[in-house]
C-alpha cells in the first residue's frame, strides 16, 4: 500500500480551496485531477512585469501592468473572439482580448467604467493596442507591482494564470520531508536542494539545481523499476522452447535474409531456449524486416508445441499483420487468425475455441487478445508491435494468460536513440536490424513551398493518371479555430472536388467501419489517394503507392517524417516524399527538414531528433517514441539518465536493495512516480 505521507498529494484536486465542478473540467484537460499533478505542473517560463503609468510608456511585446478603465464591450460574430475595449490614465486605448470559455470570465472581472489593474503582455493588432487573455486583473495594485519572477504555466480553455498559480501553491503547502533516495555523495557534488524544498523552489524562479534535482527523481524512479522488472523476470520459470526447424525449412520467402535478420533470429533462439522468459526488444528500421523476424520466432514456438500471439496497437495494423503473415507462411500449414474488438458472436467463439483447444497456433489482434474471456492452451511467445503504444504494465500483464510467463518480443518501428531505449526498455534485451534488403530503392525527399500547392495538386493528377497511387498527410482533423492548421477533412474536399471519387480519408475520430472501407479501397487500388492523418504512420503496406505529400511539414518531428516517408518505397519502383513547408520556418525546423532530404538512417534521424528537442523546441505534434517522463525534459535525459540507472544498479547491488534505509526510500519514490509495475514487484520484499 501507498505511505500514508504520501495520501495528501494524492487527494483529488477538487479538495482544494476554490474547486468546483466549473474549474475540474479544465483542470481534468491538463491531466491536473490530483494534488500531486498540479504541485509537478511546473511552469514553463518565468516572466519579469514593468509597471507603467499608460501605455505610451510600454513596447510591443513587452510584459506590463498598468492601470485601465473599461469603456465597451465587442462581440464578434459567431464564435468569434470577446473583447474589452479599456482605457488608460491619457486616454489610449488597448482591446483585452478573449476567446471561447474565457469570454466569460473577461466580462464578470472587467465591469465597465470600474478601473482595474491588468497584466500581461502588450501586443499590436492592426492600428489597435492588444491584450489577449490578461495574465491577472485586480482591484488594486497590491501584489501586481514589482512582481519580477512570475511563473507562466501551460493552460487549458477555462482556466487563468491567476487561478493556477494558485492552486499551485495550494499544493505545496505543507509538503512533506520525505527520506532522501539519492546516493548522498553524489545528492552533495551535485549540490541539489532535498525534495521538498526543490519542488517549491521551481515554482519561484529559474532554478537549474532544483529542476535537475526533480528529473534525476523521476529517472531514477523509471530506472529503479524496470531494474525490478528486469530481475524479477530473471527469476521467473517460463517454458523454454527447442524449435526442430521443420516449419521454418518450410518457408518461401521472396527474399533472402539480411545478416542483421539472421543475427536477430540467432539470438532470440538462444532466450527462448532457456529457462527464464526472454524480454527482447527489435529495433528496426522502416522495411528493415521486422515482421519475417517475428514470424521466424513465432514459427519457434509452434514447432516446440506452444502458441504465439502478435498485439497491435490498431485495428489497421493488426490486420495488416495477419494478412501478411498468412501470405508469408503460406506452405506451413500453420493456422493463423485475426482477433479484433469487433469481432462477435459465432465467428469470435469458434476463435476462442481454437485458441483454447490449440488448433489455432498464432492469433494476432489488438488488446481484445488478452481480455478475460480469451483463454489459450498454451501460450508461449508474445510479439508486441509498435510497443511504444503499450507500456511495461502491459507487458507485465501478459504474464496472466499462460501456466508459465510466455516469452516476450518486443519491436519498434521507430529507430529510438541509446539513452532513450534505457530509458524506456532498462528492462529488455536489444536487438538491431541495421541493414535494409537488397534492392530497396532510396526515396527521393525534396521540400516544397507551400505557396506551390496548386503546381503539387496537378503533379499527382499525372502521377493517378499513370495507374499510381499517392498519399496526403495533414496534421490535424479539423481546423482549430486560433491556428492556420492543414485539417485532413478541409483537404480531403478540396482534393476530392479535383479528383472525385478515387480520394478516400483515414483518421483516428471515424468509425472503425469506415475507416477499414477507406483503407480496403485504397489497398485494393479503387481508390488513388489517401488523405490522412499519422494514424498510418505505421503498418499501411501498399506498394504501388510511390508519392507522399506531407503538409506542414514542419509541424512534425524527424522520427515521425521518417515513419512518414516510409509508407512509400514499398515496391520496386522510385517512390518519392514532398514536403510541404509554411513561410514560418524556425531555424530548427529547417534544419529538420534538411536532414530530412539528406538521410533515410532512421537511427542517424532518431539521434538528430534528440539534439533538436533537446535545444527546447515544443513541437506541435507529439513524437511516436516520446519519452515516458513529466518532469525530465529531452537534454535531462541525456545528461542524468546514465547516473540514474548507475545509481539504481548500486543501490540493489551494493547498497543493501530495497531493504536498506536508502531502499526504503526508494519505495517512497515509487509509489511517488507511479511506478506501479515496480511496486507490485517489491511488496514480496
Given at each position: 500500500?501507498?505511505?500514508?505521507?504520501?495520501?495528501?498529494?494524492?487527494?483529488?484536486?477538487?479538495?482544494?480551496?476554490?474547486?468546483?465542478?466549473?474549474?475540474?473540467?479544465?483542470?481534468?484537460?491538463?491531466?491536473?485531477?490530483?494534488?500531486?499533478?498540479?504541485?509537478?505542473?511546473?511552469?514553463?517560463?518565468f516572466v519579469a512585469r514593468r509597471a507603467v503609468a499608460n501605455l505610451d510608456e510600454a513596447g510591443v511585446g513587452e510584459q506590463i501592468v498598468v492601470a485601465l478603465t473599461p469603456r465597451e464591450y465587442k462581440q464578434a460574430a459567431g464564435r468569434g473572439p470577446f473583447r474589452v475595449m479599456a482605457e488608460d490614465a491619457v486616454g489610449n486605448y488597448v482591446a483585452l482580448t478573449y476567446f471561447g470559455r474565457a469570454s466569460y470570465s473577461g466580462k464578470k472581472q472587467l465591469p465597465l467604467g470600474e478601473k482595474r489593474w491588468i497584466a500581461g503582455r502588450l501586443d499590436q493588432y492592426g492600428q489597435t493596442w492588444q491584450m489577449v487573455h490578461p495574465d491577472h486583473v485586480s482591484e488594486d495594485s497590491a501584489g501586481m507591482v514589482g512582481q519580477l519572477n512570475e511563473p507562466v504555466y501551460a493552460l487549458s480553455d477555462g482556466l487563468t494564470q491567476g487561478r493556477l498559480q494558485a492552486l499551485v501553491h495550494q499544493s505545496l503547502e505543507g509538503l512533506p520531508e520525505l527520506p532522501e533516495w539519492i546516493e548522498p555523495g553524489l545528492a552533495t557534488k551535485m549540490g541539489w536542494p532535498r525534495w521538498h524544498e526543490a519542488l517549491p523552489l521551481v515554482h519561484k524562479a529559474e532554478n537549474a539545481l532544483a529542476r535537475d534535482r526533480l528529473a534525476y527523481d523521476e529517472l531514477l524512479a523509471n530506472s529503479l523499476a524496470l531494474l525490478l522488472v528486469r530481475e524479477s523476470n530473471r527469476a521467473k520459470k517460463g517454458t523454454p522452447l527447442h524449435g526442430d526447424g521443420r516449419l521454418r525449412a518450410k518457408l518461401n520467402l521472396p527474399f533472402e535474409l539480411t545478416g542483421a535478420q539472421k543475427r536477430s533470429i540467432a539470438e532470440i533462439e538462444g532466450d527462448v531456449a532457456q529457462g527464464a522468459p526472454m524480454l527482447r526488444l527489435l529495433q528496426g528500421d522502416v522495411g528493415s524486416g521486422k515482421t519475417a523476424v517475428a514470424l521466424h520466432a513465432m514459427l519457434i514456438a509452434v514447432e516446440a508445441g506452444g502458441q504465439a500471439a502478435l498485439l497491435a496497437p490498431t485495428e489497421i495494423l493488426a490486420r495488416q499483420h495477419a494478412e501478411t503473415l498468412t501470405r508469408m507462411a503460406a506452405g506451413t500449414g500453420v493456422t493463423i487468425t485475426l482477433l479484433t474488438g469487433r469481432d462477435k458472436g459465432k465467428a469470435r467463439e469458434s476463435i476462442l475455441m481454437g485458441l483454447l483447444d490449440g488448433s489455432i497456433d498464432i492469433c494476432v489482434g489488438t488488446h481484445a487478445i488478452f481480455q478475460d474471456s480469451v483463454a489459450y492452451r498454451n501460450l508461449a511467445l508474445v510479439v508486441i508491435d509498435e510497443q511504444h503504444r503499450f507500456g511495461v504494465g502491459q507487458r507485465l500483464m501478459l504474464s496472466q494468460k499462460a501456466k508459465r510467463t510466455p516469452h516476450c518480443l518486443a519491436m519498434t518501428a521507430t529507430p529510438i536513440p541509446r539513452t532513450l531505449t534505457l530509458a524506456q526498455y532498462g528492462e529488455m534485451d536489444v536487438s538491431r536490424l541495421d541493414e535494409m534488403p537488397p534492392g530497396r530503392q532510396a526515396i527521393d525527399t525534396r521540400v516544397v513551398a507551400q505557396d506551390r500547392l496548386a503546381d503539387v495538386i496537378e503533379g499527382i493528377g499525372r502521377h493517378i493518371a499513370k495507374g499510381a497511387q499517392a498519399y496526403w498527410v495533414c496534421p490535424m482533423v479539423r481546423e482549430l479555430e486560433t491556428a492556420d492548421i492543414a485539417a485532413a477533412e478541409a483537404r480531403h474536399a478540396v482534393l476530392s472536388e479535383r479528383f472525385g471519387d478515387t480520394v478516400v480519408m483515414v483518421h483516428g475520430q471515424m468509425r472503425p467501419e469506415a475507416k477499414d472501407a477507406a483503407m480496403e479501397r485504397f489497398s485494393r487500388g479503387d481508390a488513388k489517394l489517401l488523405v490522412a492523418t499519422t494514424v498510418i504512420e505505421v503498418g499501411v503496406d501498399v506498394p504501388n503507392a510511390t508519392l507522399m505529400v506531407i503538409e506542414q511539414a514542419e509541424r512534425f518531428g524527424l522520427a515521425q517524417l521518417h515513419q512518414l516517408r516510409g509508407r512509400v518505397g514499398r515496391g520496386s519502383q522510385q517512390s518519392t516524399?514532398?514536403?510541404?513547408?509554411?513561410?514560418?520556418?524556425?531555424?530548427?525546423?529547417?534544419?529538420?527538414?534538411?536532414?530530412?532530404?539528406?538521410?533515410?538512417?532512421?537511427?542517424?534521424?532518431a539521434e538528430e531528433d534528440l539534439r533538436l528537442r533537446g535545444g527546447g523546441e515544443l513541437l506541435g505534434t507529439r513524437q511516436s517514441g516520446d519519452t515516458p517522463f513529466k518532469v525530465a525534459d529531452f537534454e535531462q535525459i541525456a545528461r542524468l539518465l546514465p547516473l540514474a540507472h548507475d545509481d539504481a544498479r548500486l543501490l540493489m547491488e551494493r547498497d543493501g536493495g530495497l531493504s536498506s534505509p536508502r531502499g526504503e526510500a526508494a519505495r517512497m519514490l515509487l509509489y511517488l512516480f507511479e511506478r506501479d509495475w515496480g511496486v507490485q514487484l517489491l511488496r514480496g520484499g
Open positions: 500500500m501507498r505511505p500514508d505521507v504520501l495520501n495528501p498529494l494524492f487527494a483529488e484536486s477538487g479538495t482544494l480551496k476554490g474547486v468546483g465542478p466549473g474549474l475540474s473540467r479544465p483542470l481534468e484537460k491538463l491531466g491536473l485531477t490530483r494534488v500531486k499533478d498540479l504541485a509537478y505542473h511546473l511552469p514553463d517560463r516524399c514532398l514536403l510541404l513547408r509554411g513561410d514560418a520556418l524556425s531555424e530548427t525546423g529547417r534544419e529538420r527538414l534538411a536532414l530530412m532530404r539528406e538521410t533515410q538512417d532512421g537511427f542517424r534521424l
